[in-house]
């Protein structure tokens, strides 16, 4: 069975950085992609970034491109996001997701992932 557990998360100060951890286990990921998605209070799960577990290729979301990476160690079937600049529109549960390679057009949709970690909350406040 597979199992994502994020962690990382925490309160920083705008402007701030943050990484992400999100840890693999249970599964081959060979043919995964992996994803970061973000639910605000009120508000739907986002896409925020994906990758493949295998090639070079990444995805973002507009609101974070260039402040936001996404990675993966296979030597230790670890998912990172590294945020920076981060401000208040930043404050969410972000949610590690995993799953069978979706098509490209379902690749920034919940519903296209079959694993999903509990969540961890990344609050950007002064």
């Known amino acids: 069975q597979v199992q994502l557990v994020e962690s990382g998360g925490g309160l920083v100060q705008p402007g701030g950085s943050l990484r992400l951890s999100c840890a693999a286990s249970g599964g081959t990921f060979t043919n995964y992609a992996m994803a970061w998605f973000r639910q605000a209070p009120g508000k739907e799960r986002e896409f925020v970034a994906a990758?493949?577990?295998?090639?070079?290729?990444?995805w973002y979301a507009d609101a974070v491109r260039g402040r936001f990476a996404i990675s993966r160690d296979k030597s230790t079937n670890m998912v990172h996001l590294q945020m920076s600049s981060l401000n208040p529109e930043d404050t969410a549960v972000y949610f590690c997701?995993?799953?069978?390679?979706?098509?490209?057009?379902?690749?920034?949709?919940?519903?296209?992932?079959?694993?999903w970690g509990q969540g961890t909350q990344v609050t950007v406040s002064s």
């Open positions: 990758l493949r577990w295998t090639g070079t290729n990444t």
């Open positions: 997701a995993g799953g069978p390679t979706p098509i490209l057009s379902r690749l920034r949709i919940p519903d296209a992932y079959y694993y």
